[in-house]
């Protein structure tokens, strides 16, 4: 596979920032092809025979990872460290961090000389320091390399204790400049609550998510939402964001209603009706995608051309990944007859009003 010249000089800085630092941090938005450039990183690095592991937080970006690196560097073994398989018999393994954290898998774990960390702001929570402390324990020359869109940490937790540096970042700006993303084109619409939301709590991570859906999980709120986005957005495929699981559940039964196919995603679903519900969704036959902070990071649908904001955001990061759902360009070979040249974002919220219209 071949890179774009802005990926290649990403896994040079990257590269040669492993090769003299130790460890590096890539900062780059979604669109610019994280999973390529991670996995041309890590072929670079293990070409001398060295063994690597790259992690994830969730089932799905572990499968995407591995299947993204077998594209961009064929002909190296690969293996699975997840719930239902734990083999480090590949060159690369890909591991799922909420298994390989255990104690137990831990201490199986062989003498690594590269770990990526895949979404790398969640480096300093305690599941990843365990694997990273034990990884230096037993090789203190062992590069580590993370990459994520958002450096911020929604708890002010700094990076710095993993990573001391930063090889590079992509801005979402130069992608679409570059006609590698699309732009949003952004509606603010005020339906009457804009003065509540801006007086909801803090908290450590976030705004008050119970409080929020205090204001937004309303029969005319909801009622409005339904009214704009068939009013702007039309038959675009769609991706929602909401507060709470009822507040989704209601959102997701008003598009119903009204005629949209429409399904719900959040955390307690069972990962195989996750996966299901989001098949639907690629193949066409759900319009409407409403979820609870699930598919904020790791997942993506190019098709997705209109993204809803029911919930504000205390940081520019959260809704950067947000919108950042709908900027992918569309690859004609990979969805035929689908044009699209920009994305509708409609935000019933404040972040833009908090942050601007437009990303940076």
Sequence with gaps: MRLRPRQKT?????????????????????????????SAVTGEMIGDGAKACVLAHRDELTAQNRAKFQRVVPGVATSVIDATEKSWGGQVAFAMVPTLARASNLADMP????????????????????IIDRVREANPDARIFGVTAT????????????????????????????????????????????????????TMSDFDMAEVAGIMDRAPVTDEVIRHWKEKAGDRQTVVFCSTVAHAEHVTDAFRTAGVSAALIHG??????????????????????????????GWDHPPTSCVVLLRPSSYKSTMIQMVGRGLRT??????????????????????SLIHGKRPA
Excluded: W
């Excluded at 003498?111 to 365990?130: F, G, K, M, Q, T």
């Excluded at 710095?160 to 130069?174: I, S, T, W, Y």
């Excluded at 992608?175 to 804009?194: E, K, M, Y």
């Design 151 to 202: 450096p911020n940490r929604g708890d002010k937790k700094g990076l710095r204790e993993v990573f001391d540096n930063v090889a590079d970042q992509v801005r979402l700006g130069e992608l679409i400049a570059s006609g590698h993303l699309v732009p949003p084109r952004t509606f603010v619409i005020d339906v009457g609550v804009q003065d509540e939301l801006r007086s909801v709590r803090k």
């Design 10 to 38: 990403f896994v040079e800085r990257s590269v040669a920032a492993l090769a003299s630092r130790g460890n590096t941090l890539g900062v780059a938005p979604t669109g610019a092809g994280k999973t390529i450039m991670l």
């Design 111 to 130: 003498r690594l000389d590269l770990l990526v960390v895949d979404e790398a702001h969640h480096a300093v929570a305690d599941s990843y320091r365990r």
């Design 268 to 297: 307690d679903l069972a990962a195989e009706t996750r996966k299901a519900i989001l098949a639907d969704y690629a193949a066409g036959s759900i319009r409407v995608v409403v979820n609870v902070a699930v598919l904020t990071e």
């Design 330 to 351: 569309v690859d004609p070979e990979e969805h035929p007859g689908i044009v699209k040249t920009d994305c509708v974002v409609l935000d019933f919220g404040t972040s």
